[in-house]
């Protein structure tokens, strides 16, 4: 039973709740909220739980108890079913290192321990990323006075460089043509390679997506392939401007033309018909860069990624001169600013001096004619 909401000194607004009963007293939880919407919000959100029987004893609560209420209030419903998959798989590595400690016993130390770990893993980005989860589950516990002090702030992200983007070389984009593929092969990798598309949205292609006549195809989903999760195949793509359309080039078309024969559904299936997996998907791509390999006389390059193949594509809109919107477009880029991004790895030979010349010598020309000669006198 819920008291009436009475407003504290401090300018807090609150209500108790009985929760049960303890030597024949009732055993209460004040609810808090700094305005009567909050304070209704957090009633809500306690009362969810409470009806579910997920009644912890804060005093004793563990950062795991803490991180799934959390999760349930904060996070299920809110964002993509897959995006919680990720989160609860992150949490899990968390929880080796701090999972039982009760939340009012940790300490900064015991995040530092986790950065170092990472750091001699040589994996930074995954601690910034643990950091970032931590300390919203941190600043959530502050907001429903769970706990009064964010253990979290002042500690500072590990440094990493993040690795430079490139497009394929000129040498390794001819290996694609000798290398010795199987159909599979051929088409997923002339596929990314000529339409830019993300190796999740190429992978949930159906033969209904491609349109041989018009010479185009339709991106309107994704397939989600990891290690932690099942894959998944999402009825929408990583953005909202992911859903596109993107022309098949003249040297892909017979490509998929011959692939698609006598096909129908899944693109990309596996050996029983349906989506591929994660485990199929790696060694489909492993024996690509075998076979790329047979046929190159130096070492292949460590970093080629089907998203190398995304940004060789990204590469030759650039260089065929496409407009940056219309590049924007068949990227699927929410944000123009990260189709910038793609270009930052171009140096000076990939600079049109020719057409800048051209550009000066039309101004210069047009400047000459507005000049008006002098009359002498």
């Not at 000798?178 to 999740?200: I, M, P, Q």
């Amino acid at each position: 039973m819920a008291e009436k909401m009475k407003k504290r000194k401090d300018g807090r607004y609150a209500k108790q709740v009985t929760i049960g009963m303890k030597n024949g007293k009732p055993v209460r939880k004040t609810i808090y909220g700094k305005t009567q919407k909050e304070l209704d919000k957090n009633y809500r959100d306690f009362m969810n739980l409470k009806d579910k029987g997920i009644i912890i004893q804060e005093e004793n609560m563990t950062f795991r108890e803490l991180s799934e209420l959390w999760l349930t209030n904060e996070k299920v419903g809110r964002i993509k079913e897959q995006s919680v998959k990720v989160i609860k798989s992150q949490l899990r590595s968390t929880y080796s290192y701090i999972g039982d400690i009760k939340v009012r016993d940790l300490r900064q130390s015991h995040i530092e321990g986790i950065r170092q770990v990472y750091i001699k893993m040589g994996k930074p980005a995954r601690y910034n990323q643990c950091l970032i989860t931590i300390r919203a589950i941190m600043r959530y516990a502050v907001r429903k006075d769970i706990i009064t002090r964010d253990i979290t702030d002042g500690l500072l992200k590990a440094k990493h460089e993040a690795k430079a983007k490139r497009a394929l070389t000129p040498c390794e984009r001819d290996l694609i043509s000798r290398a010795d593929f199987s159909s599979f092969e051929r088409c997923f990798v002339n596929l990314l390679l000529y339409t830019g598309l993300r190796k999740s949205e190429a992978l949930a292609l159906n033969t209904s997506d491609i349109d041989l006549s018009h010479k185009k195809i339709n991106i309107n989903k994704t397939l989600v392939t990891s290690k932690k999760v099942e894959s998944c195949l999402q009825d929408y793509t990583k953005t909202k401007a992911g859903m596109r359309q993107v022309p098949i080039p003249a040297p892909l078309l017979p490509i998929l033309t011959e692939y698609m024969r006598g096909k129908d559904g899944v693109l990309f299936t596996s050996r029983t018909g349906s989506y591929i997996g994660n485990g199929s998907v790696c060694n489909h791509w492993n024996n690509i860069l075998t076979k790329l390999q047979t046929v190159s006389k130096e070492p292949l390059a460590e970093d080629i990624t089907p998203h190398t193949f995304r940004h060789t594509y990204a590469s030759d809109l650039y260089k065929s001169g496409i407009d940056i919107k219309q590049a924007q477009y068949l990227l699927g880029h929410d944000d123009i600013k990260t189709t910038l991004d793609t270009y930052t790895h171009f140096g000076y030979t990939d600079v049109k001096v020719d057409k800048l010349e051209s550009y000066y010598d039309a101004v210069r020309m047009q400047s000459s004619k507005k000049i008006i000669p002098l009359k002498h006198a």
